[in-house]
């Protein structure tokens, strides 16, 4: 079974990716990782280690069994900024697209962000949610889980989902723009506490802007407080806010979803 970092130095050092069966959510992989695999390659690209401050990513279609590899492009570089687009193909198509912006910090008179964490009791006060294999997603082994809400899974139709998060694997440290990214796409649908059987659902598309540099973050555990925004005709939209254990405000994120409601 392969952590998140040993998946990471696969993508890093090019050519064919092999992705453990461990990391499986459903019959796709874990978003996370696909988008992390995605960016590492693409940002080969780079030159000089510039700070991550947002990543775009288009979900085409599920990853199957078999190898997998990157195609990546610089799309510009700036003097302060730069972009690239990578691409996860499979069998001659592409998977998972992604674009991400890499910017330097510039002195500023002002700075802003939003409120505080809402009800976040200290990580150390709750338990973990242990891990039912072949009931929950496999990817889900990889990481501890302490929940501040209900729990999706258990009908409350909430519009909320809070958790604090933490990643398995201290080796992925090494790569924080990896380690954030696999971090903030743990919560699942919110819009899954409105049903009272499973509910199958994905990400269509995601958005992850950066407020802190990840590689001036520091934290193990992340609190993570995710709000469903709205949800028709099977598709969601949940935004999210990612919080180190300080307290520190360290990234958004904006998800579009597709939902199937269970059979009768």
Known sequence: MATFSEMIDRARAGGEIEIDDSWRQGRAVFGGLATAITLEAAARELAGDVPLRSVMTSF??????????????????????????????????????????????????????AGPMDDAPPVDSLNDMPFAEGLMPGFLQHFQVRWVTTPVGIQSASDRAAMWVRLRDDGIKAYPNAWLIAVADMPPPVMMLHYEKPVRASSLSWSLE???????????????????????????????????????????????????????
């Open 60 to 113: 085409v279609a599920p990853l199957g069994d078999g190898p997998l590899s990157v195609t990546a492009s610089l799309l510009r570089a700036g003097r302060a900024v730069s972009q690239v687009e990578g691409k996860l193909v499979q069998d001659g198509q592409v998977l998972t697209a992604v674009q991400a912006a890499f910017g330097a910090g510039r002195p500023v008179s002002r700075d802003y962000a």
């Open 210 to 264: 950066f407020f802190v540099p990840p590689q001036d973050v520091k934290s193990d555990w992340f609190f993570l407080d995710y709000r469903l925004e709205s949800a028709a005709d099977g598709y969601s939209q949940q935004s999210g806010r990612i919080f180190d254990e300080t307290g520190q405000l360290i990234a958004y994120s904006r998800q579009c979803m597709v939902y199937f409601e269970p059979s009768a």
